[in-house]
């Protein structure tokens, strides 16, 4: 597995606090199937002050030191973007990063207010030739009342990200009710740990694919953290990478809506027997409003 959004690189952020810490992630990382890591600490202005050019370097050091213990990981430097105006002029000066300096690019939103003009924003960077990838949508508190615009995205080409803790619970029942509709609706390109240290956030991709798996099928889940992941690295194109697939028989957002209410007053969803049609629907709403 290959995971591309990890707070790995140690004292630059609110992730790993020192080098030890980084190590256990490694080895936790390591452990569960991951080959490649992308360092990637947040630049978020007036909070994180992290440059390119500093990352490349922690980077490089932080390999250094794996390759010293014997650690099989391999890292590639990238970052966790805050939305700026100046974003495009950011990463073609070296400034921000791209993942792995290829055209994908990890965007972070602000997680209680929606941006204005943020469909503006993304079209920019796809214009400007890159792939955004927006992070975590799915714990976003402004995702609910802006999901049409969330698919907008999705459709003018823009990546999304969900955090492999998720789906297990980890981030709330909001969290996960959103994660899997998303993945329902083939609204998911990328799984990834984002994790920030070896105990509170782990690494945990492993655990994550297995859920999806569970949801979407094998073949998913590994598209998911892999072979996306790989062709990020390649720098492939979008259209030469498979596209998200959710689940078969979901159907279109109004009419599941319809759906979730019918199935939440349904006594066969309130006693769990209602698992075919839509599936899971009934479940994220008992999640979500209990
Ligand atoms: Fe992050």
């Not at 190590?23 to 990637?40: E, F, I, P, R």
């Not at 010293?68 to 105006?85: F, K, N, R, S, Y």
């Not at 990063?97 to 055209?103: F, G, Q």
């Amino acid at each position: 597995m290959i995971d591309l959004h990890c707070h790995i690189l140690p004292g630059i952020d609110d992730g790993a606090k020192d080098v030890s810490v980084s190590l256990a992630m490694a080895k936790a990382s390591v452990a569960q199937g991951v080959t490649v890591v992308a360092c990637t600490p947040h630049i978020t202005p007036g909070l994180y002050h992290n440059s390119g050019p500093a990352i490349r370097q922690a980077t490089q050091q932080l390999q250094a030191i794996f390759d010293q213990e014997g650690i099989p990981l391999q890292l590639v430097a990238g970052a966790d973007v805050h939305m700026t105006p100046d974003f495009v002029v950011g990463i073609r000066s070296g400034r921000l990063l791209s993942l792995a300096d290829s055209r994908y690019v990890l965007v972070e939103p602000p997680h209680h207010i929606a941006p204005p003009q943020l469909e503006e924003f993304f079209f920019s960077l796809v214009v400007a030739g890159y792939v955004p990838i927006l992070t975590h949508p799915e714990r976003l508190s402004w995702v609910p009342s802006r999901y049409e615009m969330i698919k907008r995205l999705v459709q003018g080409g823009v990546w999304m990200q969900i955090t492999a803790g998720s789906f297990a619970g980890a981030f709330g029942s909001n969290a996960l009710y959103w994660a899997e509709r998303m993945l329902d609706e083939g609204c998911v390109h990328l799984l990834a740990s984002d994790a920030h240290d070896a105990q509170r956030r782990p690494p945990n991709l492993a655990e994550g694919r297995e859920i999806v798996a569970k949801r979407v099928g094998a073949e998913e889940a590994q598209r998911l953290v892999l072979t996306r992941p790989m062709g990020i690295l390649k720098d492939q194109t979008p259209s030469s990478l498979p596209g998200p697939v959710g689940v078969a028989n979901v159907k279109s957002v109004s009419s599941l809506r319809a759906e979730d209410r019918r199935l939440a007053s349904s006594p066969a969803s309130r006693s769990g027997g209602a698992r075919d049609g839509v599936r899971g629907v009934a479940g994220r709403l008992r999640r979500l409003f209990k």
